[in-house]
């Protein structure tokens, strides 16, 4: 399973953009660049995932460079509401893939007021 | 709400005892996921599900932890003789066969404290 690289933690100001970015430089070309984050004392949620081309959806934005060796994961404004653990997660598409994620530690981001 | 659900949220138990864990996927969604996360650390990926059949199982899935899916529906996840390194929080996701990549929805977990 390909591995990705992302800072432990980062910290962010309340309503400012925060860009969490993600190293995969062994990634293949088939593995599609998932976020999900895990609020306190909740399970993983699902953010956004991507293959090749930037992504929005009501969440945040997903920007990858054209190599796909990196993505940034964008949260337009931050919130308090946002302060979790970030994950990047690589997946193979395939059906004979079971789609099953490979957690790294991912990145702490903490929201101050 | 039609969201995942486990059962027990919380359980203590002593070495040695079995523990049984529940989960309720989404309905309809055929893909079951177990994952298991230890104090500090990302979810670690135990075992998975299509339908009722358990498709791939990882090495950190000893002969102690069994897994069911009867019916394709509910799931349970079983520890025999329980030990303090089984302490953690137990996961359970399910998705959509759209394509593999289909997101996945997790439960709020089962965390277990091993005396």
């Known amino acids: 399973d390909a591995k990705t690289t992302q800072p432990n933690s980062m910290e962010s100001n309340e309503e400012e953009p925060v860009h969490l970015p993600c190293n995969h430089s062994?990634?293949?070309?088939?593995?599609?660049i998932h976020w999900y984050r895990q609020l306190p004392s909740q399970g993983p949620e699902y953010v956004i995932h991507?293959?090749?081309s930037n992504v929005n959806n009501r969440m945040a934005s997903l920007a990858i460079a054209e190599d796909r060796k990196s993505s940034t994961l964008i949260l337009h404004r931050a919130t308090l509401r946002d302060a979790a653990v970030y994950y990047c997660?690589?997946?193979?598409?395939?059906?004979?893939?079971?789609?099953?994620?490979?957690f790294g530690q991912g990145t702490t981001l903490q929201v101050k007021p | 709400d039609t969201g995942v659900s486990q059962d027990p949220r919380h359980k203590i138990t002593k070495r040695g005892q079995n523990v049984t864990f529940r989960c309720d996927p989404i309905?309809?969604?055929?893909?079951l996921y177990w994952y298991r996360q230890t104090l500090g650390q990302g979810p670690e990926f135990l075992t998975y599900?299509?339908?009722?059949?358990?498709?791939?199982k990882s090495r950190l899935l000893s002969d102690r932890f069994s897994a069911e899916r009867p019916k394709g529906s509910f799931s349970t996840l079983e520890i025999q003789r329980t030990e303090q390194g089984d302490s953690a929080m137990y996961l359970c996701?399910?998705?959509?066969?759209?394509?593999?990549?289909?997101?996945?929805?997790f439960g709020p977990g089962t965390r277990l404290t091993v005396l």
């Open positions: 996701a399910s998705s959509a066969q759209v394509v593999s990549t289909s997101r996945q929805y």
């Open positions: 062994t990634i293949s070309g088939t593995d599609y």
């Open positions: 991507g293959l090749t």
């Open positions: 997660i690589l997946s193979q598409d395939g059906s004979s893939n079971t789609g099953k994620l490979i």
């Open positions: 309905s309809e969604h055929n893909r």
């Open positions: 599900f299509q339908n009722e059949a358990q498709l791939e």
